[in-house]
């Protein structure tokens, strides 16, 4: 079985300040690994994900995430934060396998002052 | 290239009555998931198809009921509707065979009275 812990229900920085989400999961299977991004009354966008290849992920608007298997780890980060990255994150996790579903952590909501 | 797609946006409902949502899939996309997100928590997945059979099931009880059509878009059904099912109610596609990437749609928000 998978679970996500997303540490923290509150992130708060100011503009260009670094950005740190955690995020930890469990699965007794290897995972595959992602974020998602939900603004305002809208559905959620695919940030990154980790699907078994390089430890580093890169995703869209500069965020990118670590995959670190001893920590059961895939914290997510973006060096300088910027007004329009306000909103909530999710970290995923799914079986390393066909047609399972997404295991979803209670999200993280960002705020970003000036 | 159209993205998946929800209807209706919004909803209210009283409860004991019943609910059909819609979800088209993602161009190319065979396979459709649902997921209820409750307010302030994560996504929680309902069920999958594909090739119009339900292949995976999560924890909801069998007043949730789902369709799939020959040209792969989606029915989610709730009988009997509960205070509880108040909720954001999402759909998301994928390709069957790819392992990963889900493609969610804006959702359709859910209000019983």
């Known amino acids: 079985a998978q679970s996500v ?10 503009e260009g300040a670094l ?13 595959y690994l992602f974020w998602y991004v939900q603004y305002p009354n809208q559905g ?20 990118e995430a670590e995959f670190k ?30 047609g399972t579903a997404l295991i979803f952590g209670k999200g993280t909501t960002l705020s970003v002052s000036s | 290239d ?12 009283t409860r004991g009555q019943q609910v059909t949502l819609r979800c088209s899939p993602k161009s190319g996309h065979d396979t459709v ?15 999958q198809y594909y090739e119009e059979e339900e292949r995976q099931r999560g924890n909801f009880p069998d007043r949730f009921s789902g369709h799939q059509f020959p040209n792969y878009s989606s029915e989610l059904n709730v009988n009997a509707l509960l205070l509880g099912d108040s909720a954001l109610y ?9 392992t990963d990437t889900q493609y969610f749609g804006p959702g359709t928000r859910l209000t019983v009275l």
């Open chain 1, 5 to 14: 812990t997303q540490l923290g229900s509150h992130v708060s920085v100011s």
């Open chain 1, 19 to 31: 950005v740190l989400l955690r995020c930890n999961y469990s699965s007794s299977v290897p995972p």
């Open chain 1, 44 to 63: 959620l966008q695919l940030l990154l994900k980790y699907t078994s290849a390089a430890t580093l992920v890169k995703g869209i608007n500069g965020f």
């Open chain 1, 69 to 98: 298997k001893s920590e059961t780890s895939f914290h997510l980060t973006k060096p300088s934060a910027h007004m329009s990255d306000a909103a909530e994150y999710f970290c995923a996790v799914s079986a390393h396998q066909a």
């Open chain 2, 2 to 13: 159209a993205g998946v797609t929800q209807s209706p946006t919004h909803l209210i409902k």
């Open chain 2, 33 to 47: 998931s649902w997921y209820q997100q409750a307010l302030g928590q994560g996504p929680q997945f309902i069920f």
């Open chain 2, 90 to 98: 999402l759909c998301a596609s994928r390709t069957r065979g790819e």
